[in-house]
């Protein structure tokens, strides 16, 4: 089954600095790449996506990569805030048939850490 | 527009007690999913289904059990509950993926 190692586990940054996160998967045929924002005591929420046919996307101060040679992909933030802190998750599915997609695989998680 | 709802929000359990966990979606997915969470720890898949009358384990599946009879619904069922079950459980739905899935709001079990 496919795998997904996340790093760093935490991480710490001075607000309106930059912080980047990365993936790394296994099985060549994931092709979907979300990313989830889980504040603290609050519900995993989708903040950004890709697909394996894309290799970056952007939306404000939040952009995704995706190098599909090397299996890795991550997640950028720049300018941070004090509302980025939170726990950071990525995840990945892969392409089980021509109708859709298996199960998410989740990373362990980063906890982002936004210093004032 | 309710996204996917879980049932008790709290729960405390004797050792060997059992327990269902419920799960309601009305965005009509067909993807359904529990994953639980470990403090500090990440999201592992216990059990899924990719619409009703089909589920297939995930990571973690031993001592739990899972049914969809309906699109709707997706229960968690825990059996003879031990400590290392003790979680944060989330159930959340998809559409046909890759799509986003919408969590719920967690159940905090606490096994003692």
């Known amino acids: 089954g496919e795998n997904v190692e996340q790093h760093p586990s935490t991480l710490s940054v001075q607000e309106g600095d930059s912080a980047v996160i990365k993936c790394t998967y296994s099985?060549?045929?994931?092709?979907?790449f979300p990313w989830y924002k889980q504040e603290l005591g609050k519900r995993p929420q989708l903040i950004i996506d890709?697909?394996?046919?894309?290799g970056e996307k952007k939306d404000q101060r939040i952009a995704v990569t995706l190098n599909k040679t090397a299996k890795h992909f991550s997640l950028h933030i720049t300018e941070t805030q004090p509302e980025d802190s939170a726990v950071y998750f990525c995840?990945?599915?892969?392409?089980?048939?021509?109708?859709?997609?298996?199960?998410?695989?989740f990373g362990t998680g980063t906890r982002l850490t936004i210093i004032p | 527009n309710a996204g996917v709802t879980q049932t008790p929000k709290f729960r405390i359990l004797k050792i060997g007690q059992s327990m269902t966990l419920q799960c309601t979606q009305d965005?009509?997915?067909?993807?359904m999913y529990w994953y639980r969470q470990d403090p500090g720890m990440g999201l592992k898949l216990i059990y899924y289904?990719?619409?009703?009358?089909?589920?297939d384990k995930g990571e973690v599946p031993n001592g739990y059990n899972v049914s969809r009879s309906t699109t709707e619904d997706f229960p968690l069922r825990l059996e003879l509950a031990a400590p290392s079950q003790t979680s944060v459980y989330f159930c959340?739905?998809?559409?046909?993926?890759?799509?986003?899935?919408?969590f719920g709001q967690g159940t905090r079990l606490t096994v003692v």
């Open positions: 099985d060549s045929a994931s092709n979907y």
């Open positions: 965005m009509n997915h067909n993807y």
């Open positions: 890709i697909r394996s046919n894309v």
């Open positions: 995840a990945a599915s892969i392409r089980a048939s021509n109708f859709g997609n298996e199960k998410l695989t």
């Open positions: 959340a739905s998809s559409s046909l993926l890759p799509a986003e899935a919408f």
């Open positions: 289904s990719v619409g009703a009358g089909i589920t």
